[in-house]
């Protein structure tokens, strides 16, 4: 897939996997929420999986879903504010 690159990126993402400040759990919050941010589906399903292993309880990922459902929607607020500032547009008129 990468080529010369695909060996130097699996020891780089095997390498987020174990780290000096983030325990297991945490770990894996993190890249379950980075994971439904990037929408991929691949990704989610193994967080999940480590998830359950892990000891990770339904409310933790339901806190997780909701935090990543909280930036989307501010991110989508922000993004129609910049639109109609930058382009002067003015619903109230509508």
């Not at 193994?46 to 930036?71: F, H, N, P, R, W």
């Amino acid at each position: 897939m990468l080529g010369k690159h695909q060996k130097p990126y699996e020891e780089f993402y095997h390498s987020t996997h174990t780290n000096e400040h983030l325990d297991t759990r945490t770990e894996l919050l993190v890249g379950l929420s980075a994971a439904m941010a990037m929408n991929c589906l691949p990704c989610i399903r193994y967080y999940l999986q480590e998830s359950k292993k892990a000891g990770i309880t339904k409310g933790e990922i339901s806190d997780v879903t909701a935090k990543v459902m909280a930036v989307a929607a501010g991110q989508k607020k922000l993004q129609m504010q910049e639109v109609l500032s930058k382009y002067k547009i003015d619903i109230d008129n509508y």
